[in-house]
């Protein structure tokens, strides 16, 4: 049994590398043939979001500066437990602990779910320790980048927390006595931490997996997809930030971005 297990996570080991070698070979010939006009266009708007990427930057920086040191973020149960999240999950990569195949499945399973949410139709779909591979007759900017601006199990565990948020009250305070120790407890800080590491594992992922050569990237031209990675990552980072803190609403996003287009423009003009 040993064996025969073995022979088939051979066979599907080679499966998936001889597919992703055909992808790979077949969108380096597709990115080829575009004609040069669309590819000049993608680069002029990736072009043309570099500020808007460098504006987002500032703004979050200083919205984030001003909220944890002028208004004590820091202190808030949603930050403490966001940030040990990701603390534990970097502790993981530097016990060398990183499973890739779950990465493997979410990276995959956002191809798929993307292309179905296109219209698509999936005709196979594959996931393994050494990659994986989705077959669909659809294909679009939106679907081959999703996986690297989609944190898949981040959103799982929201809505989770969502979900159990309509039967139980989640940020009510338990008390357990631990001989002479009362500690208070909250449910809340569990997702809080679970959304960090899921966060965290997603980010060093795809950072580590935008060194490798991607069909993905190749598809769309590697500067335009790592403006766009980059610029739905901090979206998504900042979106969090807003809903976790107290005292920074999108008006106070779109104040800083105004003021600080003004003194550029003063600055310049």
Not at 96 to 102: E, G, S, W
Request: hydrophobic letters at 50%.
């Amino acid at each position: 049994m040993s064996a025969l297990n073995q022979r088939l996570r051979s066979r599907l080991k080679d499966r998936l590398d001889e597919a992703s070698r055909q992808e790979v070979r077949g969108n380096l010939r597709s990115a080829k043939a575009q004609h040069q006009p669309w590819r000049r266009r993608k680069l002029m708007l990736a072009l043309l979001l570099v500020p808007v990427c460098l504006l987002a930057s500032i703004s979050f920086f200083e919205l984030f500066f001003r909220a944890t040191v002028s208004k004590n973020f820091w202190r808030e149960a949603g930050f403490c437990f966001f940030l040990a999240g990701c603390f534990f999950w970097l502790t993981l990569g530097w016990l060398r602990i990183r499973p890739k195949v779950p990465y493997v499945f979410a990276h995959e399973f956002t191809h798929l779910l993307t292309a179905k949410l296109s219209g698509g139709k999936i005709h196979d779909w594959a996931v393994g320790e050494h990659g994986g591979y989705v077959e669909t007759d659809k294909t679009s900017a939106f679907i081959t980048l999703s996986p690297y601006l989609i944190p898949l199990y981040t959103l799982v565990v929201f809505a989770l927390y969502g979900f159990t948020g309509l039967f139980a009250d989640l940020h009510l305070s338990h008390e357990w006595h631990i001989f002479s120790w009362i500690l208070s407890f909250k449910w809340a800080w569990v997702f809080y931490l679970l959304a960090g590491a899921t966060w965290c594992f997603h980010l060093t992922f795809t950072i580590e997996i935008l060194g490798t050569e991607q069909s993905d990237l190749l598809h769309n031209g590697e500067f335009f997809s790592i403006v766009v990675i980059f610029l739905g990552n901090l979206a998504i980072l900042g979106t969090l930030f807003i809903s976790a803190s107290p005292t920074v609403g999108w008006k106070d996003v779109v104040q800083d971005v105004w003021h600080i287009i003004s003194t550029v423009w003063h600055w310049i003009f």
